[in-house]
């Protein structure tokens, strides 16, 4: 299992969240700033079995707007080891 942790700008939030929980992803949102895009940001954590990761990865590529400015990046992700997932 892996952690996709993926940040995109704010005006992509709401196409990101839809198209991942449209295909069956579950998704936590966290509103973000600063750092890495120095805007306001939308942080998702997306939990998913290994052989999904490219899926949930290519959703998020396919709605991200492409910026104006070539050396603008659309999207940051983190992909993680998830050692243990437990549910209550």
Known sequence: MKLIIAIVNDTDSEKVIHSLTAEDFRVTFIASTGGFLR????????GVND??????????KENTSVPDNPEKKRATFFVLNVSQYIQI
């Open 51 to 60: 052989d999904r990761v490219e899926a949930a990865i290519q959703i998020v």
């Open 39 to 46: 805007r306001g940001h939308s942080t998702f954590l997306v």
